[in-house]
């Protein structure tokens, strides 16, 4: 069994920066890649970045040039450094760990206030 556990939401005003961190534990044999979605009231989950094992990143384009996704592979730990964070950033964020199948995180709230 795989757990996912994401920190680091909060609230911050427009134009600020969060740090999010997503640790996976347990039954890990190999992680094909690592990423973010994100959920806003009302709205479709989307993806936000995505990183491979071998580092190779894919972005939103909303939130290129703003987010950046890291990971350390040795502590099965992805990172989302996100700045100029706008209203519209305002969602859970989620995590997706994928092995052999996808495992997620029960999500973080980030709050962007104008």
């Known amino acids: 069994q795989v757990h996912v556990v994401e920190s680091g939401g909060g609230l911050v005003q427009a134009g600020g920066s969060l740090r999010l961190s997503c640790a996976a534990s347990?039954?890990?044999?190999?992680?094909?890649?690592m990423g973010w979605y994100r959920q806003a009231p009302g709205r479709q989950r989307e993806l936000v970045a995505v990183?491979?094992?071998?580092?190779?990143?894919n972005y939103v384009d909303s939130v290129k040039g703003r987010f950046t996704i890291s990971r350390d592979n040795a502590k099965n730990t992805v990172y989302l450094q996100m700045n100029s964070l706008k209203p519209e950033d305002t969602a859970v964020y989620y995590c997706?760990?994928?092995?052999?199948?996808?495992?997620w995180g029960q999500g973080t709230q980030v709050i962007v206030s104008s």
């Open positions: 347990g039954s890990i044999f190999s992680i094909n890649y």
């Open positions: 990183i491979t094992s071998g580092g190779s990143t």
């Open positions: 997706l760990v994928r092995t052999l199948v996808e495992h």
